[in-house]
């Protein structure tokens, strides 16, 4: 990992394995698991017309029970965002960087990564989820950051104009929420100030966390896993209001937006098996959800398979098999206002 260059490294402990987990990100991050009994709109925090994140009834997502999986995945990774941070740092050079806006922070894991990379600036947690930015705050006050980090509530991409400029926005896995996606890239860069950065996290490799045969049903379980998600996912999106289809080429989509491009990286997050037994959880947890919103999807011998995996008495099981790791890429696309 490359080493951090300002101040203390993020040193927040896990948050400790807890119940039912949620949703993530798109593909490379907590993957297209998501949502139970919801449609796949909330699996992936899809937002709605409202802006509302209760999440009760029909396709709305219910942040408030996506909080502990999105906190837990983001800690997981950890040293990405810092080295992403790093990097992004490097990328500004001698800008004196004021100001940072994470767009969509969630809980705030990476808006305190942020924080800590550029020590001269306020930086701003923005999500609609009022419950997600309370975990930000509580999250900034266990650094001692609370005096550089705020949290203010606004809907994507509506909402930008009332958030005042920043020489760095970051928006991580929370484009691919937004209807138009092209349309917000725009909003997002018209929001940076000259020679400040956009980074958005797009893309990447779905997680892997098992062997391509695991001993029980048919191998190559995670890659119809992934299948399926990507399936969900087009669902999801096609629900989604000002739903516009884009080719998802994220360094033409900055340019599009008026931004030159400087550079796409990709972090790997690494943990090998055995895994210990806060990243076990969220793995279980991860196929939980997937066995739940897949169920009409996948086959009947697939569907067995992942519950024997969610059998914890089971030896093969995922609290027990020894086999079973975290792997998974992650990109970052950047692009400078000149
Ligand atoms: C998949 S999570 C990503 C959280 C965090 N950025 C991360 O990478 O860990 C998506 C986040 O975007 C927020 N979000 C989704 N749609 C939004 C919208 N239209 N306006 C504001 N926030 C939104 C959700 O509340 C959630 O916190």
Request: a negative charge; charged letters at 20%; zero cysteines.
């Amino acid at each position: 990992m490359t080493p951090h260059p300002h101040g203390p490294r993020h040193t927040a402990p896990p948050t400790p394995p807890a119940g039912h987990a949620g949703h993530a990100g798109h593909a490379g991050d907590a993957g297209h698991t998501a949502h139970a009994g919801h449609a796949a709109h909330a699996a992936h925090g899809g937002h709605t017309a409202t802006g509302g994140h209760t999440g009760s009834t029909g396709t709305e997502p219910d942040w408030d029970a996506l909080a502990v999986h999105l906190e837990r995945e983001a800690e997981l990774k950890v040293p990405f965002l810092e080295e992403a941070a790093a990097w992004l740092h490097d990328l500004l050079g001698p800008l004196d960087v004021t100001r940072v806006l994470d767009l969509g922070s969630g809980p705030g894991v990476t808006t305190v990564a942020l924080a800590h990379a550029f020590p001269g600036a306020e930086t701003v947690a923005v999500d609609s989820s009022a419950a997600l930015l309370e975990r930000a705050r509580a999250r900034s006050e266990r650094e001692g950051l609370a005096a550089r980090i705020t949290t203010r509530a606004a809907e994507l991409p509506a909402g930008l104009p009332d958030l005042g400029s920043a020489e760095l926005i970051w928006t991580s896995n929370v484009v691919h929420h937004l209807g138009d996606q092209r349309a917000a890239l725009e909003t997002f860069a018209a929001a940076l100030r000259p020679g400040g950065v956009l980074a958005v996290r797009e893309g990447g490799l779905p997680t892997r966390f098992l062997p391509r045969d695991i001993g029980v049903g048919r191998p190559g379980l995670q890659a119809r896993l992934d299948a399926a998600e990507e399936d969900r996912f087009s669902a999801m999106r096609a629900e989604l209001p000002d739903h516009t289809r884009t080719v998802e080429d994220w360094p033409a989509l900055l340019v599009a937006a008026g931004l030159a491009p400087t550079g796409s990286r990709t972090f790997l997050t690494d943990l090998s098996a055995p895994l210990d037994p806060v990243a076990r959880a969220h793995v279980r947890a991860r196929v939980e959800r997937l066995r739940e919103s897949l169920a009409d999807d996948l086959s009947a011998e697939d569907l067995a398979t992942l519950d024997t995996l969610l059998d914890d008495g089971s030896a093969e099981g995922l609290l027990r098999r020894p086999d079973v790791f975290f792997l998974t890429a992650t990109t970052v696309h950047t692009a400078v206002r000149t």
